[in-house]
C-alpha cells in the first residue's frame, strides 16, 4: 500500500531532524550565520567555507524542534555549491511555501514544511535559519 503524502512529508522532516546534513561544530570557518527564536528558544549556528561568493561547505550546530532542526538540514543540502545569488531564489521559494504564497516547489522536500501555514509559530520554526541566511546575503552584496 502506498504511503499518503502527508506520511511522505513527516519521513522528510523525521529523518532530516534524527540524522541532519553538516550537523557539526564548525568554529574556524570564517563565516558564520546565528539563528535565534528567543520565543521558542530554537539556536542554531551556521557555518560556511566560501571560496569567493560561493559556498563550498556549510555545517550547523544547536539546539531546536523537530521542524527547524530538519529545515535547516535541508538548507544546507540546497546551497552548498552555489553562489549567493543562486541561493537567493532558493530562499524565497522556501520561504514562500512556507507561508503559503507557492503551492509548487523546485525540490519536493520543501513541500514538507507547507503545514506550517496553518500554525504562525511552526512558520517561524520552519523558516528560522532560511531567514537569517537570506539577511546574510542581502549583507554580502
Known amino acids: 500500500m502506498e504511503k499518503k503524502l502527508s506520511d511522505l512529508y513527516q519521513d522528510v522532516i523525521l529523518t532530516n531532524n534524527k540524522e541532519p546534513y553538516h550537523f557539526q561544530k564548525a568554529k574556524e570557518l570564517p563565516h558564520s550565520v546565528e539563528a535565534y527564536n528567543p520565543l521558542c528558544g530554537d539556536h542554531f549556528h ?19 524542534c523537530a521542524i527547524s532542526k530538519a529545515s535547516t538540514s535541508i538548507l544546507l543540502q540546497q546551497i ?24 509548487d516547489a523546485s525540490n519536493a522536500d520543501f513541500l514538507a514544511f507547507a503545514a506550517a501555514k496553518n500554525f504562525p509559530s511552526r512558520e517561524q520554526c520552519a523558516t528560522l535559519s532560511w531567514d537569517s541566511l537570506k539577511e546574510f546575503v542581502e549583507q554580502e552584496k
Open 46 to 64: 551556521l557555518y560556511f567555507e566560501m571560496e569567493g561568493n560561493t559556498i563550498k561547505q556549510a555545517y550547523f550546530h544547536g539546539y531546536g
Open 80 to 103: 552548498e555549491g552555489k553562489t549567493l545569488e543562486e541561493i537567493k531564489p532558493i530562499i524565497t521559494e522556501f520561504i514562500q511555501i512556507v507561508h503559503g504564497e507557492k503551492e
